[in-house]
Nanobody, 121 residues
Framework: QLQLVESGGGSVQAGGSLRLSCVVS???????LGWFRQAPGKLREGVAS???????IYTASVKGRFTISRDNAKKALYLQMNSLKPEDTATYYC????????????????WGQGTQVTVSS
């Protein structure tokens, strides 16, 4: 059973930056990896996804501000978040999927427990 553990969340003022990390319990090389978020009272949404060939896709609201990356040697996934806005406040989850291009849909196979990101104005 693949396990994922997120870290790096916290509280930051608008305009600030945070870097989320996700460590995976097994080799990540063949998995699509993604970051998702869920704010109170809202549905979970896909933020960014990276395929095994490092092709990336972002939701429109974070393009140009967030960068997803992976390090298969370290079995890790990252999300660099810059120019944070209050509307980025949410619990952020990392996820893995066996499909090569899993995209931003929420039907990933494996999920972490989440890390809280709070952006104040």
């Amino acid at each position: 059973q693949l396990q994922l553990v997120e870290s790096g969340g916290g509280s930051v003022q608008a305009g600030g930056s945070l870097r989320l990390s996700c460590v995976v319990s097994t080799s990540t090389a063949r998995y699509s990896l993604g970051w998702f978020r869920q704010a109170p009272g809202k549905l979970r949404e896909g933020v960014a996804s990276i395929a095994p060939d490092s092709n990336t896709i972002y939701t429109a609201s974070v393009k140009g501000r967030f960068t997803i990356s992976r390090d298969n040697a370290k079995k890790a996934l990252y999300l660099q978040m810059n120019s944070l806005k209050p509307e980025d406040t949410a619990t952020y989850y990392c996820a893995a999927d066996r499909r090569y291009y899993a995209g931003l849909g929420s039907n990933y196979d494996y999920w972490g427990q989440g890390t809280q990101v709070t952006v104040s104005s």
